[in-house]
């Protein structure tokens, strides 16, 4: 069950970082910061150990659902603030989030290194 939380804490940082379904295809590009799905990982990542009967376990589940069910009422109460609309600080050009900086830093990188690879191509071609 460690592992799969492992795993789950793994793929979580892989959606953030390189790509994410639900940002791709459902969200159509849009900030991290905005999507519900974003502030679920605790809940995600510690759902496997409720398993393994330990109080330490137990009490990692339990705050990590406490965190999910205050961010859905918050979300639920002020949707004002999570709405690209009425919220700018919302938006990709204005994101101070840690992960997406790194994130367009690793997408600058890969078109780099891609139009490098272009540019040796068409020096040897």
Request: with cysteine; hydrophobic share 45%; proline share 2%.
């Amino acid at each position: 069950m460690i592992i799969l939380a492992l795993f789950y804490s793994v793929c979580d940082m892989i959606c953030i970082l390189f790509f994410c379904p639900f940002q791709t295809w459902i969200m159509k590009n849009r900030c991290c910061v905005s999507c519900r799905i974003y502030n679920w990982d605790y809940a995600m990542m510690f759902t496997p150990v409720v398993f393994i009967k330990n109080p330490f376990t137990i009490s990692l589940f339990v705050v990590a659902a406490l965190l999910l069910l205050e961010w859905e009422i918050l979300y639920r109460k002020f949707q004002e603030r999570f709405c690209i609309n009425t919220n700018k600080t919302l938006s990709c050009a204005n994101c101070k989030e840690k992960l997406c900086k790194h994130k367009k830093q690793l997408g600058n990188f890969v078109k780099k290194i891609a139009e490098m690879e272009k540019h040796k191509d068409t020096d040897n071609g």
